[in-house]
């Protein structure tokens, strides 16, 4: 996509987030001509991002609670700093319609979707309701919060078992059980109440009928101002630990070749978008059962994790787009039409994390090193020296594999694997590894039960390939030589 820059009238944009997201969201200010404007913490006074942005401001504070999600702050600051613009990349303020109300009344823009659209969608019971008015097919169970067990009870009755008990405030996989009877609906009820109640302050919990063996499936939406809104196809994010995605495919394998399903699912988060003015960055997620009927599970108001396989498959730069929309210009997306999609990009999430229990496991990187094949792109945030800590996400980058075909961008990610070296970080990379030999996976008709039933996790070699490290060592060595 072309940018024509002479159009674009500089802007100071803040990033209030950190990480690879800061990097990513510092890069696409520059390709614009904008001043991105980063923020360093007493907790992380070197942080990885700041290499690429512009103009570095001290966000005073230790703990989140202090930092990034202290609102009052972080509006202090902007305006400080005379920001035109906030990112608030994902996690954190990304999907807080009070920050955004909050930055609007300031005179800065929130670089995300308007107030209202955040705090509809924002709300399971309110979104599900608004789908269900707009058309969109959804789940079968309440669209309001059931006060009592009693009332949950009643309603599992209707809509049969197996249920979800689901908080009507959570994300990440938080606030969610599953219940095949009654008794177990008593006795997780109250423990699910508990769990929204500290993770959102809000533990309302809505009753939805469980879709067995199902595949989650996400559309990748943009909109702009002026009420365009396109479809950038979907993604399947069925490989999961705890409702957290760890693999990403565009597109979904499990679709596969069968376009009149894939335009009838983008077109439907289309329609949703358009139900609520949208006018940003956003993905609708959808459940889709065996039998390839899909039903709404709730939008994402902000940018994912998992955007890049879009932009390999498309040719779209996602961030770009978010912040020409904000800023009123011009997305230069002639029509749906316009938007293609080529070959097949696959994404591995690298976390500090065991890769047997999938548990967090800060440390210091002492060692990195990569040799990618062609084909590949990491979006991170490693170097020598970075401590990752307890405080943040454990994903420290995104392994991302681009092929003509499925196949070849299988090959491509084992190579990236083999080729990725993080010494002193405890991380998932055995975890990926297994799971791009699985014939389940290959095979691409994998479910979200998929690391329950198929345990990658139990078939990692746990003997050290101490040949492979010494080779790296040998590699990293000679380049700081200069040979």
């Not at 009753?207 to 559309?219: D, F, G, M, Q, T």
């Not at 409702?243 to 988060?269: M, N, V, W, Y």
Request: hydrophobic letters at 40%; proline letters at 5%.
């Amino acid at each position: 996509m072309s940018i024509r820059l002479e159009e674009i009238k500089p802007k100071r944009v803040m990033i209030v987030n950190r990480g690879e997201i800061a990097s990513r969201v510092a890069k696409a200010c520059r390709e614009l001509g904008h001043t991105s404007v980063g923020l360093w913490t007493d907790n992380e006074p070197d942080a990885a991002h700041l290499e690429y942005c512009d103009e570095w401001v001290h966000l005073e504070g230790n703990g989140n609670a202090e930092t990034y999600l202290d609102m009052a702050k972080l509006v202090a600051l902007a305006k400080e700093n005379n920001i035109d613009g906030v990112h608030p990349g994902y996690g954190f303020l990304s999907e807080n319609g009070n920050f955004s109300t909050m930055l609007s009344e300031a005179g800065i823009i929130f670089i995300g979707p308007h107030n209202e659209a955040i705090k509809v969608m924002g709300d399971k019971a309110t979104s599900k309701a608004l789908a269900r008015d707009a058309g969109v097919p959804v789940v079968p169970g309440t669209s309001e919060a059931v006060p009592t067990v009693k009332k949950a009870l009643e309603v599992a009755e209707e809509i049969g078992y197996p249920i979800l008990l689901k908080a009507v405030a959570g994300g990440g996989g938080r606030g969610m059980r599953a219940c095949i009877s009654p008794e177990e609906v008593q006795k997780n009820f109250e423990a699910v109440v508990r769990e929204s109640t500290a993770a959102f302050g809000n533990g309302d919990l809505l009753v939805e009928k469980l879709i067995v063996n199902p595949h989650h499936i996400e559309v990748q939406i943009m909109a702009d101002k002026k009420g365009n809104v396109y479809h950038f196809f979907e993604r399947e994010c069925s490989i999961q630990r705890r409702h957290q995605k760890i693999i990403e495919e565009a597109p979904s394998p499990f679709i596969g070749e069968d376009e009149e399903l894939r335009r009838d699912i983008c077109e439907t988060a289309v329609k949703l978008a358009r139900s609520v003015k949208y006018d940003s960055a956003g993905t609708v997620e959808f459940i889709m059962g065996e039998d390839k009927k899909f039903y709404f599970l709730e939008m994402n108001t902000r940018i994912q994790v998992e955007h890049p396989i879009t932009e390999e498959i498309t040719g779209v730069d996602l961030i770009i787009c978010m912040i020409q929309s904000a800023f009123g210009d011009d997305l230069q997306i002639p029509s749906q039409e316009w938007i293609k999609k080529t070959g097949h990009a696959i994404e591995c999430r690298i976390c500090a994390e065991d890769p047997i229990t999938m548990l967090p496991s800060p440390g210091v990187v002492t060692g990195f090193e990569t040799n990618f094949p062609q084909g590949v792109r990491f979006d991170h945030c490693l170097y020598r020296g970075l401590e990752v800590t307890p405080d943040f996400d454990p994903m420290v980058g995104k392994l991302v594999a681009k092929g003509l075909v499925r196949d070849v961008a299988i090959r491509k990610m084992k190579a990236a694997l083999a080729g990725l070296y993080i010494e002193g970080l405890k991380n998932n990379i055995p975890l990926h590894k297994v799971v791009m030999d699985d014939p389940v996976f290959n095979e691409g008709g994998y479910t979200t039960n998929y690391i329950t039933d198929t345990a990658p996790q139990e078939r990692i070699d746990k003997s050290i390939d101490f040949v492979s490290i010494y080779r790296k060592l040998a590699a990293a060595e000679a380049r700081n030589m200069g040979m």
